[in-house]
């Protein structure tokens, strides 16, 4: 009982080979409440996009494309998982976690000491608790020495005029909150 014709042959491929992982990248912390998940998709290949907050799903595609994009309207932690399975069935999965943070930091509060008769106030301020990073700038433009609890600027060859000083401060996320003193 042979059933085929003598030295014939059937050709198939085999594909072990998982795809290529996928190269997504994503932000630590964003203030974008659709941010972007770029990855690139091999010939033949698909994928699928999963997006969860904790254990919650938020948004499950079977089939999703580069630089998939969730829409998110909650802040917190959130997770993005992109499987690409190329046309063997092989498959590579890419997971990356980000904080959704649209609330601007804490207040900054400035407040100043009266001129001094040696032109060198101090201007102190100080930030809400979350620790943003600060910046300070101060107009007219003159010296500052710091931008922290303590800024001091040097004002002995400044004219006389009305100085202001603002400080911004920065979370991780992008958002800003502002405070001024003159």
């Known amino acids: 009982g042979n059933l085929g014709a003598v030295g014939s042959s059937s050709a198939f491929v085999?594909?072990?080979?998982?795809?290529?992982?996928?190269?997504?990248?994503?932000?630590?912390?964003?203030?974008?409440?659709?941010?972007?998940?770029?990855?690139?998709?091999a010939t033949g290949d698909t994928a699928?996009?999963?997006t969860v907050s904790g254990t919650t799903s938020v948004e499950s595609l079977s089939s999703c494309g580069p630089g998939y994009r969730p829409a998110l309207s909650t802040d917190g932690a959130y997770t993005i998982t992109v499987v690409l399975t190329d046309a063997a069935?092989?498959?590579?999965?890419?997971?990356?976690?980000?904080t959704l943070d649209t609330l601007a930091p804490g207040a900054v509060t400035v407040s100043t000491t009266a001129?001094?008769?040696?032109?060198?106030?101090?201007?102190t301020w100080t930030i809400g608790s979350d620790g943003s990073p600060l910046t300070c700038s101060i107009f007219p433009s003159v010296p500052l020495s710091g931008c922290g609890p303590t800024v001091?600027?040097?004002l002995s060859t400044a004219p006389d005029s009305p100085y202001t000083l603002t400080v911004t401060a920065t979370d991780a996320a992008g958002n800003t909150t502002t405070g001024s003193a003159t």
């Open 14 to 41: 085999y594909d072990h080979t998982p795809t290529a992982a996928p190269n997504g990248s994503g932000v630590p912390a964003t203030s974008n409440t659709g941010p972007t998940f770029p990855f690139t998709l």
């Open 48 to 50: 699928s996009c999963t």
């Open 89 to 98: 069935g092989n498959s590579r999965t890419v997971s990356q976690g980000f």
């Open 115 to 123: 001129a001094s008769p040696d032109k060198a106030p101090s201007v």
């Open 152 to 154: 001091t600027a040097d």
